[in-house]
């Protein structure tokens, strides 16, 4: 039974590690997103192609966003 709880919170352990580092790379994503949305909005006009990107760009960090916040909370109930 002892042993049974330790592989347990091994992997509980690794699973946390795991979403950390997933983690690190979504919030990393999101910034990198961030920037090229705010360098497009530097500019005082935007062709259609930058609208089309600067609103896919958008949804991806909005999506993003989403994504590490269910991390961090599943993360953190983990941690319950």
Do not use: C, F, P, W
Not at 48 to 67: F, G, M, S, V
């Amino acid at each position: 039974m002892a042993d049974a709880q330790l592989r347990l919170e091994d992997d509980v352990k690794d699973s946390a590690l795991r979403n950390g580092l997933d983690l690190q790379q979504m919030v990393s994503e999101h910034q990198h997103l961030d920037e090229k949305i705010r360098s497009l909005s530097t500019l005082s006009y935007l062709t259609d192609q930058q609208q089309y990107e600067e609103a896919l760009l958008k949804k991806r960090k909005l999506a993003l966003k989403d994504r590490i916040e269910a991390a961090r909370r599943q993360s953190s109930a983990a941690e319950s």
